[in-house]
């Protein structure tokens, strides 16, 4: 691989080790390894935790891959694109917490390069999926990520919100998947920014993820729940399962590049249900929950 292939891929798995031994800390599970090959170019390693005392679910993939045309669905992103050869790497994450009181939360940095190099960007963000609203750590968790984004004269942390409430939009509910954060395609123009500085920006949003999360899973892990709150909390994963089938680009990305399958679904989590035309009762915490799902100024 060139530099810049191998820095990026570096920057991926010191991330996965890292973010893994924190994550381990927090209780008991321990993350398995499943490597995988891709038969067009490249591979993979999924991190994954299952029926764990704190994460229910939890998954920590690196990947690199290659192949000789770009995916139509990145093509169709990035006209100019269509037919050349592809690089991508990057780390992707979801956990699902054991107690309803603890969000799930999703994040990914990626970096791509097509044809000989001459076009590159790097794409990501972070957001967190609340099942009740403790507005306290929704505050804390976008300040967190303005921070980060202030640090890096290139991101506006205003536009990349935005951005990210629209993209985690399930339309087909009319609300949000959670409470957002900040997310984006390319940080700057392919091929026309900074490379050092975008770089320097994945690594500050992979560190910035155990100062925004961690102290969440703290707060909350060892709270006492019940069968209500259980139930709520896998009613609301539905959407999080819908939203991923329906329009998560990632997946559809993995499906196009022939990933594997099992990593590109380890997003979903261990148990959800639905129910017909459920209503919470008014008044309720799980009503109130509601009312965080569209976009709103957290800082």
């Known amino acids: 691989m060139s530099d810049r292939r191998e820095r990026a891929y570096s920057l991926m798995k010191a991330g996965q080790s890292k973010l893994i031994n924190a994550f381990e800390a927090q209780g008991e599970g321990t993350f398995e390894a499943y490597s995988w090959e891709r038969p067009g170019g490249g591979g993979g390693t999924a991190r994954v935790l299952e029926r764990g005392s704190v994460f229910e679910r939890a998954g920590v993939n690196v990947s690199a891959v290659q192949g000789e045309a770009v995916p139509p669905s990145l093509a169709k992103q990035h006209p100019g694109t269509e037919g050349k050869p592809f690089f991508a790497t ?17 994040a990914n940095y990626r970096y791509f390069e097509v044809g000989d ?15 009740y609203p403790f507005k306290e750590d929704v505050i804390h968790f976008h300040q967190s990520l303005k921070a980060q984004c202030d640090r890096h004269p290139q991101a506006n942390y205003q536009k990349l919100k935005e951005i990210c409430d629209d993209y985690f939009y399930i339309k087909h509910r009319n609300e949000m998947r959670g409470i957002g954060g900040i997310f984006f395609d390319e940080l700057s123009k392919p091929g026309t920014g900074d490379w ?64 594997n399958i099992e990593a590109i679904l380890m997003s979903m989590p261990l148990y959800a249900h639905w129910t017909f035309n459920y209503q919470p009762e008014a008044g309720s915490p799980e009503a109130e929950m509601l009312e965080y799902l569209q976009p709103r100024d957290w800082v």
């Open 90 to 106: 990057g780390i992707s994450m979801v956990l699902h917490p054991v107690n309803p009181y603890v969000p799930s939360f999703h």
């Open 196 to 259: 050092e500085a975008d770089f320097n920006f994945a690594k500050d949003g992979i560190d910035t993820i155990l100062e925004a999360y961690i102290p969440v899973i703290e707060k909350h892990k060892n709270k006492v729940y019940g069968e209500r709150e259980q139930t709520w909390q896998r009613y609301r994963r539905g959407r999080y399962v819908e939203f991923n089938l329906v329009y998560d680009r990632g997946t559809l990305f993995g499906l196009q590049t022939g990933g």
């Open 117 to 131: 190099s001459d076009i590159w960007w790097f794409g990501g963000g972070a957001d967190l999926t609340p099942y």
